[in-house]
């Protein structure tokens, strides 16, 4: 067993904020993700998918709008204590619907590793 504390912040590539996490780097573990992170006011993700792991996301508070597809032509709302499932492969963009808050939520993965894939059109 391991308790893993808050603490610091890092940036993801695709463009969100990490924070803590049971991960491979964390806990040496080599089955499952699970992580805390944020996106802040109006910020949007880069696309992306996430290439070996199905995603499972629980908005701990405010709401983001998730656009998906080969050219992100489908979207949903989710706000707080709404959970999303995100299979392999699949684009999409977080973008928060919040310009003064950011919107928080925890992330699960099937993957002990962050594996997202920024696609080649992202710019």
């Known amino acids: 067993m391991k308790v893993i504390r808050p603490g610091g912040t890092h940036e993801e590539p695709r463009g969100v904020v990490g924070g803590h996490e049971v991960s491979r780097a ?67 963009v977080l973008e928060n619907l919040s310009e003064s808050e950011p919107a928080e939520y925890v992330v699960a993965r099937d993957s002990p590793t962050e594996d997202a894939v920024e696609v080649p059109w992202a710019g």
Do not use: K
């Open 26 to 92: 964390t806990t040496g573990e080599s089955n499952i993700f699970m992580g805390i992170f944020s996106l802040a006011p109006g910020a949007r993700s880069r696309p992306h998918y996430h290439a070996n792991c199905e995603s499972a996301c629980y908005m701990l508070s405010g709401g983001m709008r998730i656009m998906w597809g080969d050219r992100l032509e489908n979207r949903v709302e989710i706000q707080r204590g709404d959970m999303l499932w995100v299979p392999p492969h699949v684009t999409h």
